[in-house]
């Protein structure tokens, strides 16, 4: 069971929620460590667990026509295993949740807590049966996004940063990535998810529509990247390799979009090569701001 707790949370995406919130906090100060920390933790583990682990479980039965399913992205849940997973994605998450939510009452920072209620709705809303966002298109893809930019803006919000029209940029361009990720993560599973009856922006656009509508999106991204605040134009260039890498499948099927499958794993390797990018361009921008 803990193996597959593992990996229905998946590890190779703990960072994408983690790091969001951390840098969110840490670049606007003014939280107690342990706070920091717990929140951290929360992004790391348990929210990507709740997340991924309710997908996991109501989406069993494409699950199985799914090749890809079964390792690193993704656990295939049991039948017999299904309540325990649903309960513990459930539950291991709420003890952070009540002391993360309590401290926004304490200080009286109720905005904080709204934009938590907002991101676990989504965490909960985009596999439940009865809700299943997963299955709208479009909703699909901007409730994904928002299980990424969520953290970050969670973490904004709790420290009291100041919204700049910039951050806002940042904000919004991150949100389109994170639009542009599920789509294109959407095309691979073209055959398996019509097979399970599930529908998605890929199963109602097609395979290669789907992938130009996400190579626009990384392009408008990145260019909003071109609005924040010096250094953070630099970011604009970091949309190229996930341009690049949506466009070597311009020319997919339906038939064959299996094969954007390859594209997916170079998308899950490249985000660690742009977050170290990132961190350094974040240590560039602190280090401005002081001078």
Partial sequence: ???TLFRASRPLSWVNTAYPFAAAVLLTGGLPWWLVVLGTVFFLVPYNLAMYGINDVFDYESDLRNPRKGG????????????TVLLASCLVP????????GYGIATGNPASVAVLAVSLFAVVA????????????????????????????Y?????????????WAVLAGFFLWGMASQMFGAVQDVVPDREGGLASVATVLGARPTVWLAA???????????????????????????LVNALRFRAV???????????????LWLNYATG????LLLIWWARVQVL
């Fill in 126 to 153: 985009y596999s439940w049966a009865g809700l299943r966002f997963k299955e709208r298109p479009f909703l699909d893809a901007a409730t994904s996004a928002t299980h990424f930019v969520s953290p970050a803006a």
């Fill in 72 to 83: 690193v992205e993704g656990a295939v849940v049991g039948r017999s295993e299904r309540r």
């Fill in 253 to 267: 099927t339906d038939e064959d979009s299996g094969c954007a499958h390859a594209g997916w794993r170079t998308f």
């Fill in 216 to 242: 626009a999106l990384y392009a408008v991204a990145g260019l909003l990247m071109l609005a924040t605040q010096w250094p953070g134009q630099f970011a604009a260039l970091l949309a190229v390799p996930y």
């Fill in 155 to 167: 973490g904004l919000v709790l420290a009291g940063a100041d919204l700049t029209p910039g951050l």
């Fill in 94 to 101: 709420a003890p952070f949740v009540a002391v993360l939510a």
């Fill in 276 to 279: 170290f990018l990132v961190t």
């Fill in 1 to 3: 069971m803990l193996s």
